[in-house]
């Protein structure tokens, strides 16, 4: 559940940021899309391992509600769906790599 920001944040773009930079597994969703562009539900859902399919779902979800990815429907059968990232995803490349950085570093 998404924790509720003081009014007087909910339009700062600090705020915004922080939001999806805080939420564990919308970074690692970034993250691996970074890596490798496009990939299935099934192929995400197996490289981020302990992530349930509802959570996967719903981070998706806001992922491509934030402009952060995109889907992509087939009309095949069985249905086949694909996720990329965007330009806009793709800036958040600098803060994951300083984040990455900063978590390989010995205190």
Request: proline share 7%; with cysteine.
């Amino acid at each position: 559940m998404e924790r509720k920001m003081p009014e007087i944040c909910n339009e700062c773009p600090f705020s915004t940021t922080t939001k999806l930079v805080g939420d564990f597994w919308l970074l690692l969703i970034i993250r691996t899309l970074l890596q490798t562009s496009p990939l299935r539900f099934t192929e995400l859902a197996d490289t981020l391992a302990g992530i349930s399919r509802r959570t996967l779902t719903l981070k998706l979800k806001r992922a491509e509600h934030e402009g952060l990815i995109t889907r992509t429907d087939f009309a095949t059968h069985p249905p086949r769906v694909e996720y990329a990232i965007t330009p806009y995803g793709k800036k958040l490349k600098p803060l994951l790599a300083a984040i990455n950085t900063f978590a390989n570093q010995s205190k």
